[in-house]
């Protein structure tokens, strides 16, 4: 089993959609939690990073889960230039530190 | 700030070729990361340094690769023998922190062997 798990996609949505994705995580020692958004070919970029009480940036909605450890990201309004690959990255200390990189999910937004 | 910079961005070479893929992190940033990306594996940690020493080597796959990173500002990833299994995005990021703080990407290099 992956350590973090994502659904691949691809959801096809139209422009003004409300989407969302979900991620679970395995290890429960999991300290971290944050979304990058990589573009066709492109380097991932942090979206955002994912806070236990939830937190929002604009149209973009973070929740966490630590008891079913489960990660969701909510596109409200979602616009043709949110079409992406959407990665959910877990950290925990006891592993040096790394960043766990789920396999991403594939967003297609079409007008 | 240039960002995380790569060299070369594109390498195609033959199997067995030595390849030496190049980083230079964010001025300032004092932990620098190579992952690599496939479509079969996702991103992988392959190493990290701190301080420009080596913390964690695990996810180096075999004795063929290996990192140095002489000074704060440059890092290498070579593999020797290449083969055509390490056919990947090769990227590098740099953070100002440990591992778990913001990372910031290069381009990345893509790497064909044949």
């Known amino acids: 089993r992956k350590e973090v798990e994502q659904d691949p996609g691809p959801f096809n949505v139209p422009e003004g959609a409300t989407v969302a994705f979900n991620c679970t995580y395995s290890n429960s020692a999991s300290q971290s939690f944050f979304w990058y958004r990589q573009d066709c070919r492109k380097e991932p970029k942090l979206l955002m990073s994912v806070y236990s009480s939830g937190n929002e940036d604009g149209r973009f909605t973070a929740q966490l889960n630590r008891a079913s450890q489960y990660i969701s990201l909510l596109i409200r309004d979602s616009k043709l230039s949110d079409s992406a690959t959407y990665l959910c990255?877990?950290?925990?200390?006891?592993?040096?530190?790394?960043?766990?990189f789920g396999q991403g999910t594939e967003l297609s937004v079409k007008p | 700030d240039a960002g995380v910079i790569q060299s070369p961005r594109h390498e195609v070479t033959e199997m067995g070729q030595e390849v030496t893929l190049r980083c230079k992190p964010i001025s300032g940033h004092n932990s620098l990361f190579w992952y690599r990306q496939t479509m079969m594996r996702g991103l992988e940690l392959l190493i990290y340094f701190n301080n420009n020493v080596p913390i964690d080597d695990s996810g180096m796959p075999e004795d063929r690769f290996s990192a140095k990173m002489p000074n704060a500002s440059f890092s290498t990833l070579k593999i020797q023998p290449s083969e055509p299994r390490d056919s990947a995005v090769y990227f590098c990021a740099s953070s100002g922190g440990l591992a778990g703080t913001v990372e910031y990407f290069g381009p990345g290099t893509r790497l064909t062997v044949t």
């Open positions: 990255v877990v950290l925990h200390y006891n592993q040096g530190g790394k960043l766990i």
